[in-house]
């Protein structure tokens, strides 16, 4: 296989890269929403596109399913750490924040918990989240003791039937914590995505990989404010 492949996610990261694509002169030429293809030709003859699972990308990437892909860093760090790697996945190059699909991972609770008493006390806290990982350690740093829910999918939901004490979650208008009647008590950190790249393609594949991590990075600081 000497062509490049590109793997994004359906949603925000793919409706987020598209416009960056575009600036460095690439077409995606069908619309994931309305086509059930799973691979999509663009414009280039030498590269494609491959819809994944966002918490796939960096799989898809590490082991040579795909030569590049986007991912929210709040996956690679989860990732990472899943693999006993802190700070990010393994083998994984990551030349370029993208800037892009932006939000920002935090605990919130029900808006009659009282966090920081509870925190203060040293009491268990009940947590449920899909990055088990990320919040495991950033409780152990703080030295609160947790007792961890894992999670795939509506959060917010836990403090609401009594499942958790708090959620860790991705917030991004705030709107769905709101809407739900919880509150952030904490940010742990920004969340961005990024261009990963596997190493073994950017060797063997340099001539075609470089070119396109360079238009990528010009497109994306262009848009930068
Ligand atoms: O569904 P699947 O498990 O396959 O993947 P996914 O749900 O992680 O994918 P997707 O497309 O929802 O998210 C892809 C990436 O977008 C994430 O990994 C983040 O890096 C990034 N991103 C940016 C977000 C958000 N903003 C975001 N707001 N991902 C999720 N959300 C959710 C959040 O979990 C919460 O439920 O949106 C809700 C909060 O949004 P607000 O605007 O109401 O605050
Ligand atoms: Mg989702």
Redesign the pocket.
């Given at each position: 296989m000497n062509g490049l492949t590109l793997a994004l996610?359906k949603?925000?990261?793919f409706d987020d890269t598209l416009p960056l694509l575009r600036k460095a002169g690439i077409e995606v030429l069908e619309d994931p929403e309305k086509s059930r293809k799973l691979i999509l030709p663009t414009n280039r003859p030498g590269l494609r596109v491959v819809l994944v699972?966002?918490?796939d990308v960096p799989t898809y990437v590490e082991y040579g399913g795909a030569d590049v892909g986007v991912a929210?860093?709040?996956?690679l760090l989860e990732h990472g750490a899943a693999w006993g790697h802190h700070g990010g996945a393994t083998g994984l190059y990551q030349p370029l924040d993208l800037g892009i699909?932006?939000?920002r991972m935090s605990v919130a609770v029900r808006a009659d918990f009282n966090y920081p008493v509870a925190v203060q006390q040293g009491s268990r806290i009940r947590v449920a989240t899909k990055y088990v990982q990320l919040a495991r350690q950033h409780f152990a740093d703080k030295g609160v003791h947790v007792d961890l829910i894992k999670l795939y999918g509506s959060m917010?939901l836990a403090p609401l039937t009594g499942l958790a004490d708090a959620i860790v979650?991705?917030?991004?208008?705030?709107?769905?914590?709101k809407a739900n009647q919880l509150v952030e008590v904490e940010r742990i950190m920004d969340?961005s995505?990024r261009l990963i790249v596997s190493p073994a393609a950017l060797k063997l594949k340099r001539e075609t990989l470089r070119p396109l991590i360079d238009a990528l990075g010009q497109a994306c600081s262009e848009g930068a404010p």
């Open positions: 996610s949603g925000r990261i699972r966002a918490s929210g860093l709040d996956v699909a932006r939000c917010e979650d991705l917030v991004s208008t705030g709107s769905t914590l969340i995505a």
